[in-house]
């Protein structure tokens, strides 16, 4: 029953088809035009989609992975003397870790933005000091950042290393039993 309809659908548009000049237009006609390039379209799917999709999910990972060297690039406020605007040691050690280490595309230093602009500003000239006073400093930038680090202070993360170790039971060799535990 329903191969009959289509039947009869199909020979009533190639009548009208045939009964309209093609020179007017109108929606029949517009409507026959698009069915090979309808079929061809929906035929090479997904294909025309593949490249797009791919080129999304790249540009994501590099934004993902510009932030990423950003954060690990990154001298915060546990980089510098506080109150002041000269590094640290671990600042200085971490300008020197990315004049050597990082990645050229990634040799960026980045510092974090201070309570005043003035404070930024001196902390970027100090940080551009050190750097210039390294012999691998070409061309390494020196970007303000409104990343927050989520780092704690040397000072804590030993504190802490320290409480573990005092509280940490000594360790035992297991016994000969079957169940693991020793008597």
């Known amino acids: 029953?329903?191969?009959?309809?289509?039947?009869?659908?199909?020979?009533?548009?190639?009548?009208?088809?045939?009964?309209?000049?093609?020179?007017?237009?109108?929606?029949?006609?517009?409507?026959?035009?698009?069915?090979?390039?309808?079929?061809?379209?929906?035929?090479?799917?997904?294909?025309?989609?593949?490249?797009?999709?791919?080129?999304a999910v790249g540009q994501t990972m590099a934004t993902q992975t510009a932030a990423g060297w950003e954060r690990q690039n990154l001298l915060s406020d546990f980089h510098f003397v506080p109150g002041g605007s000269e590094l640290t040691e671990a600042g200085r050690l971490r300008v020197q870790w990315i004049l050597?280490?990082?990645?050229?595309p990634y040799r960026q230093i980045y510092v974090h933005r201070a309570g005043t602009p003035q404070e930024t500003a001196l902390r970027m000239q100090a940080v551009q000091r050190v750097v210039a006073q390294s012999a691998y400093a070409a061309n390494v930038p020196v970007l303000e950042s409104t990343r927050i680090d989520d780092g704690w202070p040397a000072s804590k993360i030993d504190t802490l290393d320290h409480k573990s170790n005092e509280v940490a039971l000594p360790p035992k060799l297991m016994g000969a039993s079957s169940s693991g535990i020793s008597k």
């Open 1 to 55: 029953m329903v191969g009959r309809w289509n039947i009869r659908l199909s020979i009533l548009i190639v009548a009208l088809g045939y009964a309209m000049p093609l020179s007017a237009g109108g929606p029949i006609v517009d409507f026959l035009a698009s069915i090979p390039q309808d079929f061809k379209q929906r035929n090479s799917w997904p294909d025309p989609y593949i490249n797009p999709a791919r080129a």
């Open 100 to 104: 050597d280490e990082a990645y050229d």
